[in-house]
């Protein structure tokens, strides 16, 4: 049974830091996703990672794909308030479907 | 502009009620999911469907069912609502082969009472 675990659950960070989410999960996948959502929305899709190796970016935010470690990374660079938000991967399953992990809730202060 | 849109946004029902949250897209996607978000456990997956009449469990289909008579439609069914099943419900739908993820409908927040 496909596992996703996602961390850090919570973080809060100063505007202009670094850091970087992780998203591990526990059998052979090869499409990870990852969405954002903010705070009584819905889930808006970010980045698409079909293959080892895949690195996406836009703006402030890269993810990464380790398939062979089954390890996906959100890094956000030079974090701005307007990146709070929750971060949630998502790692593809058979038959189409895919599994969440428990999110990322993310503060940025000033 | 694409779109998958849940009938209620808000809903309050009393327990042991029967309870319908609809689904609709139009993007003429195969697969429909509905998930439900607690927090600190993400989005779990109810059920899917992959065509008109077809519905595939999830990880969490106990207490629930679901109805897909056209494609564009995808029900939740509540047969007998309890105060565990107060949520957050999300549906999503993808083409055929999902490898560009899902799009979501804005949610529907159930209270049961």
């Known amino acids: 049974e496909l596992k996703v675990e996602q961390n850090p659950l919570f973080l809060s960070m100063q505007e202009g830091k670094n850091y970087t989410i992780y998203c591990n999960y526990s059998?052979?996948?090869?499409?990870l996703y990852w969405y954002r959502q903010d705070p009584g929305k819905s889930l808006e899709s970010l980045f698409v990672?079909?293959?080892?190796?895949a690195v996406k970016q836009e703006g402030r935010l890269m993810a990464s794909l380790d398939t062979k470690a089954r390890l996906s990374t959100l890094h956000i660079t030079a974090a701005v308030h307007d990146l709070s938000a929750t971060y949630f991967c998502?790692?593809?399953?058979?038959?189409?479907?895919?599994?969440f992990g428990a999110g990322t809730r993310l503060t940025v202060k000033p | 502009d694409v779109k998958v849109t849940q009938s209620s946004r808000y809903l309050v029902k009393r327990t042991g009620e029967k309870v319908f949250l609809e689904c609709v897209q139009d993007?003429?996607?195969?697969?429909m999911f509905w998930y439900r978000q607690d927090p600190g456990l993400g989005l779990r997956l109810i059920y899917f469907?992959?065509?008109?009449?077809?519905?595939e469990k999830g990880d969490i289909p106990e207490g629930y069912s679901v109805s897909r008579e056209k494609k564009e439609r995808f029900s939740l069914i509540l047969e007998s609502a309890s105060t565990n099943q107060t949520s957050m419900y999300l549906c999503?739908?993808?083409?055929?082969?999902?490898?560009?993820?899902?799009?979501f409908g804005s949610g529907t927040r159930l209270t049961v009472v």
């Open positions: 999503a739908s993808s083409v055929g082969t999902a490898f560009y993820g899902y799009t």
């Open positions: 059998t052979t996948s090869d499409r």
């Open positions: 990672l079909l293959s080892n190796g």
């Open positions: 998502a790692v593809g399953n058979n038959n189409n479907d895919m599994r």
């Open positions: 993007m003429d996607h195969e697969n």
């Open positions: 469907s992959y065509d008109v009449k077809m519905k």
